[in-house]
């Protein structure tokens, strides 16, 4: 081959917002089928390629969750377990779990302001293109299997913490929860 495939990129997806109970097999297959089978897909057509990287580009919806994003979730969870099942087979591997970008696509056209408020509120804020892309260098350096790329606030992760007292786990070693006092009795 005078050209061979040096690299794979997935960055398909798309959404179909829903509550669980709202959920037919039609609203997750039409999450499913760009997201998961397509990663499955060239894994399978990949997997004896001499690859540099095979790079999925994933959610954060799948590591910190999302209320109405059950099929969202689920799909990019899997992307970053291909991952993780690529990597422990020898092949190379990285899916990075991606907050949003200040810069508008497709899948965040629709964020409202409320939408924006309540990611703010859990401590996220936009990339910039130049950190995604910073990231996206340092994922790929670090040869693991999965990353987390968002951008954080760390004053909106503190507010959580003071008004529920807690923060999400995959956060507790950059935001203090205050240690709870037992109450007399």
Not at 42 to 47: D, P, Y
Not at 49 to 66: Q, W
Not at 105 to 113: N, P
Request: net charge negative; charged share 20%; proline share 5%.
């Amino acid at each position: 081959k005078a050209r061979p495939l040096g690299a794979v990129f997935h960055l398909a997806g798309t959404l179909d917002d829903a509550m669980i109970d709202s959920l037919s097999p039609e609203r997750i297959d039409a999450v499913f089928a760009p997201k998961v089978d397509a990663a499955f897909a060239l894994h399978e057509l990949t997997r004896e390629a001499d690859l540099s990287h095979f790079v999925i580009f994933s959610s954060a919806a799948g590591a910190l969750g999302g209320p109405g994003q059950g099929n969202y979730a689920s799909a990019n969870v899997f992307c970053d377990a291909l991952a993780q099942k690529r990597l422990g087979e020898g092949l190379p591997a990285t899916s990075i779990a991606w907050g949003y970008w200040e810069t508008e696509s497709s899948l965040t056209a629709k964020l409202t302001e409320a939408d924006l408020g309540r990611m703010r509120r859990l401590g996220m804020v936009p990339l910039a293109d130049e950190d995604g892309l910073a990231l996206l260098d340092q994922a790929l350096a670090a040869g693991t299997a999965n990353t987390l790329g968002i951008g954080i606030d760390p004053a909106g992760l503190r507010a959580m913490v003071t008004s529920i007292g807690a923060v999400p786990p995959i956060f507790s070693e950059l935001v203090r929860a205050p240690k709870r006092r037992s109450a007399a009795t």
